[in-house]
């Protein structure tokens, strides 16, 4: 079964920096499109960005040139490095994996395993 885990959420000040990480359990990064959306209060789930099973990544523009996606797939554990934080990314955090690799994009349509997520608060 496969499980998704996230921590290293919390709160930070505008111009910040935090780093997420995901362990997953039940399944290993091949084969697998694997990300990262949000979800802010009164908000739909949006993507963030995410790491093709060729290990192309992808970005919203909102987040580009600001946060980095990487994986270890040795400890099995997808890492979010968010930098610049803004206000306007406060939001609660999800990892999320699927094997059907031809969905694999930035709608969260595309993906059927999910963590619990992990808060991120971004003061003024």
């Known amino acids: 079964q496969v499980r998704l885990v996230e921590s290293g959420g919390g709160s930070v000040q505008a111009g910040g920096s935090l780093r997420l990480s995901c362990a997953a359990s039940?399944?290993?990064?091949?084969?697998?499109?694997i990300g990262w959306f949000r979800q802010a209060p009164r908000k739909g789930r949006e993507g963030v960005a995410l790491i093709d099973s060729g290990g192309t990544t992808r970005y919203a523009d909102s987040v580009k040139g600001r946060f980095a996606i990487s994986k270890d797939s040795g400890k099995n554990t997808l890492y979010l490095q968010m930098n610049s934080l803004k206000p306007e990314d406060t939001a609660m955090y999800y990892c999320a994996a699927d094997t059907r690799l031809w969905l694999c994009g930035l709608s969260p349509e595309g993906f059927g395993y999910w963590g619990q997520g992990t808060q991120v608060t971004v003061s003024s």
């Open positions: 039940g399944y290993t990064f091949t084969d697998y499109c």
